[in-house]
């Protein structure tokens, strides 16, 4: 007689679910049964095939320590998961080099065309970034990235990136890897058990042709965006009349007189010609130029106690990782008791403040707070008070490649430079009218405005294509 199960009424149902033990496969963990983990395969009208099926090898790269990394330019590349960008791309701004003798003991670990990369062990919402490799010259991969071979005869090696990338936007990857010291991975194993819908070559091909359209077009907006954004630099020049001396190559030696430097700092770099040719420009600009101490004030911030640091409130505290170029940005904030804003009232942050970090990473980079949420200014952080300067302006041109440059001639330290609110405030800037001021700002609000505008239809672009990619993908 046919037994039926029953679930306590005190239970949710909506969180349990049965597995027949025939359709167990090695694992008892729930999660990897679980509908939210694999239920976008089972409606698809293509038939599934496991990894291990369209694919002739799977293989983990090597692990290099310190020992086996190469300080020298010319190393081999052995690509890690820090490599792996966004929407299946490569990026090479930190790279680990290793010797070129690897190249005949390690060939074997060499990639080809045609490779996939799999990020087999991560942080856990990162563990299955997938990308599809194709470049030339020598290129090892480490321990951290599975390297996959396909079957072209069965499935396509960038469709199959496009596949294992839409699982892990869905946290197939996050649910099913399993975890050990602060790391999370998915193995050799269980990846060449994962099921994935075959259709026939040429719908794969449709589905490759239509992410790379997408992904192109992505490109070419975000390029317009920089493009406008980096002629903010040179319009700013033209308007101030400063003309910028023609690059040269550094001088490695040079003479400074000593009554040049009475009363000045002694070190070499802070001497270098090329400032002193840079300042001139500034002095040959439409407008006098003055120190910041002249026409401004400096407002700094408070060494607030890290043991007064909450989980949330409503007050945030701003400090240097909230800082980046022409921004404030309070998604990562640091909070304080809601009552600490008043009771630290002379560091209250209001709208329109012009922020500086004063060390660090982001060092000299200035923002606006352009919001009326609650906030007080960290130690470390300052800002520039003033009636004679437009905000707006004054934080365009403290941004500019030749203000960053004179910034960091004025700061101190190495490894972690810092610059003091003394040193900020003897920066010398131009001073057009306030009316002059606004043009400008306005302008530039209009440069940037065209340049989100940009950069927000290439993100809808992207992600309106992997919509319509994850259908055709999965069949519906």
């Not at 027949?20 to 679980?34: C, F, H, Q, T, W």
């Not at 509908?35 to 099926?53: A, D």
């Not at 075959?198 to 493009?227: G, H, M």
């Not at 302006?393 to 004025?410: A, D, E, K, W």
Request: hydrophobic share 35%; charged share 25%; glycine share 6%.
């Amino acid at each position: 007689m046919k037994k039926e199960f029953i679930i306590s009424k005190n239970v949710d149902p909506n969180k349990v679910f049965l597995v027949k033990r025939s359709a167990l496969e090695g694992r008892l963990d729930p999660l990897y049964y679980s509908v939210e983990v694999f239920g976008i395969i089972k409606n698809s009208k293509y038939e599934l095939k496991t990894i291990k099926q369209c694919s002739t090898t799977l293989k983990s790269g090597f692990g290099a320590g310190k020992d086996y990394q190469d300080d020298v330019s010319d190393g081999v590349i052995q690509i890690r998961p820090t490599n792996l960008g966004e929407n299946g791309t490569l990026k090479f701004d930190r790279n680990v080099l290793l010797p070129k003798e690897l190249l005949e003991t390690h060939s074997n670990y060499l990639l080809e065309k045609g490779d996939l990369l799999f990020n087999n062990t991560n942080s856990q919402e990162l563990v299955g970034k997938t990308v599809f490799f194709n470049l030339d010259g020598n290129y090892f991969h480490s321990n951290h990235i599975t390297k996959i071979k396909v079957n072209n005869n069965i499935i396509l090696p960038e469709y199959l990136a496009l596949i294992l990338n839409v699982y892990q936007s869905k946290k197939i990857f996050y649910n099913i890897c399993t975890n050990w010291n602060n790391q999370s991975g998915v193995g050799i194993e269980l990846l060449s058990k994962l099921k994935v819908p075959i259709p026939n070559l040429k719908t794969q091909s449709k589905v490759i042709e239509k992410f790379n359209s997408a992904y192109s077009s992505k490109r070419s907006k975000e390029a317009k965006a920089k493009e406008l954004l980096e002629s903010i630099d040179s319009y700013l020049l033209k308007e101030l009349g400063i003309t910028l001396p023609p690059k040269s190559e550094a001088k490695k030696v040079f003479y400074v007189n000593f009554k040049d430097i009475q009363g000045k700092r002694f070190d070499p770099f802070y001497h270098k010609v090329e400032f002193e040719e840079l300042e001139k420009a500034l002095q040959n600009g439409k407008y006098e130029v003055v120190k910041l101490k002249e026409k401004s004030i400096f407002q700094s911030g408070y060494a607030f106690n890290s043991d007064s640091y909450i989980e949330e409130s409503d007050c945030h505290l701003v400090t240097i990782k909230n800082i980046s170029q022409n921004e404030i940005n309070l998604n990562n904030s640091t909070y304080l008791p809601e009552e600490f804003f008043e009771k630290y009232s002379k560091f209250q942050i209001k709208n329109n403040d012009l922020l500086i970090a004063m060390t660090g990473a982001t060092i000299g980079k200035v923002g606006l707070y352009n919001s009326y949420k609650k906030a007080l200014l960290n130690q470390r952080v300052g800002i520039i008070k003033s009636n004679h300067f437009n905000e707006l302006f004054l934080m365009s041109l403290l941004n500019i490649p030749i203000y960053q440059i004179l910034i960091l001639r004025n700061s101190n330290g190495g490894a972690q430079p810092n610059i003091s609110e003394f040193d900020i405030m003897k920066i010398k800037i131009p001073l057009p009218p306030l009316k002059v001021q606004a043009k400008i700002a306005e302008h530039i609000s209009g440069i940037r405005e065209r340049a989100r505008q940009l950069q927000k239809e290439a993100e809808a672009e992207i992600e309106k294509a992997k919509l319509e990619v994850e259908k055709m993908i999965l069949g519906e």
